[in-house]
């Protein structure tokens, strides 16, 4: 049967189970698989760009934020932050009296960005971060990942089923497929950024 829906994630789901009694945990089997890949996968199809002004020591982060990619300061002096740590960034500001200026250093704490120095005006931040999932629900039919790897869905739902169902003899083999499939996922991932990276423009004469 076809696999490109909510709809019909849930109806393949209940077929591998052979359970028609399933239908209000099934979605709850669903959100524990994007929950789980999440924090698996890094693919560029995650990625996403946000645009911010920073004037202070902390701004919040995206909704939808999982880590960074890079953060930029843009405008007239466009430069790259550095990401460091709540120790070192706390050095810097004591060797530094604490002094505003142009951001130069970023951390991430308590679900806020920190920069150092402490903006001495209002500057402009580009977010570039791997997102979360668009969740699959009843008013968002499909993602890239169930467009593009429904396997990942599948085998990942049934993955979370297993305890629920106390039925450990498919357990191993949900596991293997379902980490088969997020490995595909990250290794096309990698594939793609690795030929980005050796690839290089030629330039054809003529005449």
Same mark, same amino acid.
Request: charge should be negative; avoid cysteine.
């Given at each position: 049967m076809a696999? =490109? =829906?909510? $709809?019909?994630?849930? =109806?393949? *789901? #209940?077929?591998?189970?052979n @359970?028609?009694?399933?239908? #209000?945990? *099934?979605?709850?089997?669903i959100t524990l698989a994007e929950k789980g890949m999440n924090k698996r996968i890094r693919h560029w199809q995650m990625e996403k760009r946000s645009q911010a002004n920073i004037n202070a020591q902390y701004s919040s982060l995206p909704v939808d934020f999982i880590e960074p990619v890079r953060l930029t300061l843009t405008g007239g002096d466009t430069h790259v932050l550095q990401l460091t740590n709540a120790y070192e960034i706390?050095?810097? @500001?004591? #060797?530094?009296?604490? $002094?505003a200026g142009r951001p130069t250093d970023y951390v991430l704490l308590d679900g806020s960005i920190e920069v150092f120095p402490t903006p001495d005006t209002t500057y402009q931040l580009e977010i570039l971060y791997y997102s979360t999932l668009?969740?699959?629900? &009843?008013?968002?039919? %499909? &993602?890239?990942i169930l467009s593009n790897h429904p396997e990942a869905y599948l085998y990942g739902s049934l993955l979370h089923s297993a305890p629920y169902l106390q039925e450990d003899q498919r357990l191993a083999a949900w596991a293997s497929l379902y980490e088969s499939a997020? %490995? #595909? *996922?990250?290794?096309?991932?990698? &594939? %793609?950024?690795a030929y980005a990276a050796g690839a %290089?423009? @030629?330039? @054809?004469s003529y005449g």
């Open positions: 696999l =490109t =829906t909510y $709809s019909e994630l849930k =109806t393949s *789901i #209940a077929d591998f189970l @359970r028609d009694d399933l239908t #209000a945990v *099934i979605p709850d089997f706390a050095k810097l @500001r004591a #060797a530094n009296n604490n $002094s668009n969740p699959l629900n &009843n008013s968002n039919a %499909s &993602n890239w997020i %490995s #595909a *996922i990250n290794e096309e991932n990698d &594939n %793609s950024k %290089s423009i @030629r330039i @054809r």
